[in-house]
């Protein structure tokens, strides 16, 4: 009997050495496997907790989770108060965005900030894990307008003449898209090529968007807007009087003139600009003077230039006893070229 009982343990001795000589057993294969702690942490890149209310600024948004997640529970889904996210793809969760974790562990978005000063909370959710989630407020805080858009070419002023072009040039944030749309308006002349006052242009790979504006024949003043990603910046200029390069002045032929006044002479004057046309209103400025430099004689029924560039005043010699030649000339309001031509006055 005891022979028998000592039996025993040998056999169990060689039953196991016989499973892990043959692969069969490890003691490992019965360990309870390691329980992998659920954590989720929250923050921004640079720790940054605001941003300028312009619509155009963007802050990376960070979700840790711990890297050794199962790979079934490493999807964040992003959702905000306020704002946009950018990013990732879309959620069930309306406005939300699902990003997966990376082998460390990191689920990262951007937040693009609203246009209206306030508050703004991201929530951050693991997905496959109900009520693991953590929020971050940020906030969004009077925004400089000039970071969005602004203007780097507007004249102040430009000749009412209309047909003078006069350049504006925008420069817009670089953390919009190229080919962003920005929306002129004028509330005068017009824009070119289209003859209107709107125009939309496409911004270039400096970021600028530039219009060329005709001037209106009229004197006044003119608000030019430019509208990029719903923020308005806006230019004057002033649209002053287009003054003469020449004036071409004509007595119609008529050479000379009698004393007294009963021989009147037409003076036509033709004012001319390389650009455009003198402004209609401007006033004419007619005189005469004797080979001595003296004024001489009046005139009469003096117009102002109108549409076509003309303006006429009639010439009388009056009352003198001076008998020669007679310059009449020329000039327009505020201007300094004047135009001329000679008569004489004969018994």
Do not use: H, W
């Not at 963007?58 to 079934?72: E, G, S, T, Y």
């Amino acid at each position: 009997m005891r022979r028998f009982t000592c039996f025993f343990p040998v056999l169990a001795a060689l039953f196991v050495a016989a499973l892990a000589s043959s692969g069969c057993y490890k003691q490992g294969d019965f360990e309870p496997p390691a329980i992998v702690e659920e954590s989720l942490v929250l923050g921004t890149v640079g720790g940054v907790t605001s941003l300028p209310a312009d619509g155009v600024s963007r802050l990376r948004v960070v979700a840790q989770l711990n890297p050794r997640a199962d790979l079934n529970k490493r999807t964040v889904i992003f959702s905000t108060s306020a704002g946009t996210l950018v990013g990732g793809a879309p959620a069930v969760l309306a406005g939300g965005r699902e990003v997966v974790a990376d082998a460390t562990g990191q689920a990262t978005i951007e937040l693009v900030s609203a246009q209206q000063v306030g508050p703004a909370v991201v929530i951050a959710s693991v997905k496959e894990v109900p009520g693991l989630s953590r929020s971050l407020a940020i906030g969004f805080t009077a925004a400089d307008v000039n970071g969005v858009i602004r203007f780097v070419a507007s004249p102040s002023s430009a000749p009412a003449d209309g047909a003078s072009r006069t350049v504006f040039t925008v420069e817009v944030s670089s953390a919009l898209p190229l080919g962003t749309q920005v929306a002129f308006a004028t509330s005068g002349g017009l824009f070119a090529p289209e003859n209107a006052a709107t125009a939309m242009r496409s911004i270039d790979g400096s970021f600028r968007a530039t219009v060329e504006l005709v001037s209106p024949s009229a004197i006044g003043t003119g608000i030019v807007s430019a509208t990029a990603n719903q923020v308005t910046r806006q230019a004057q200029i002033s649209f002053v009087r287009a003054l003469p390069d020449r004036i071409l002045v004509s007595t119609g032929g008529k050479v000379t003139a009698q004393a007294g006044l009963a021989d009147p002479v037409t003076v036509t004057a033709s004012f001319q600009r390389d650009i455009g046309k003198v402004t209609p209103g401007t006033s004419a400025i007619f005189s005469a003077t004797d080979s001595s430099g003296r004024e001489i004689g009046l005139f009469r029924d003096a117009s102002t230039v109108n549409e076509s560039g003309s303006a006429a005043a009639t010439f009388l010699a009056g009352t003198t006893t001076y008998r020669g030649p007679v310059t009449i000339a020329v000039s327009a309001q505020g201007g300094t070229v004047r135009g001329t031509a000679t008569i004489e006055i004969v018994d």
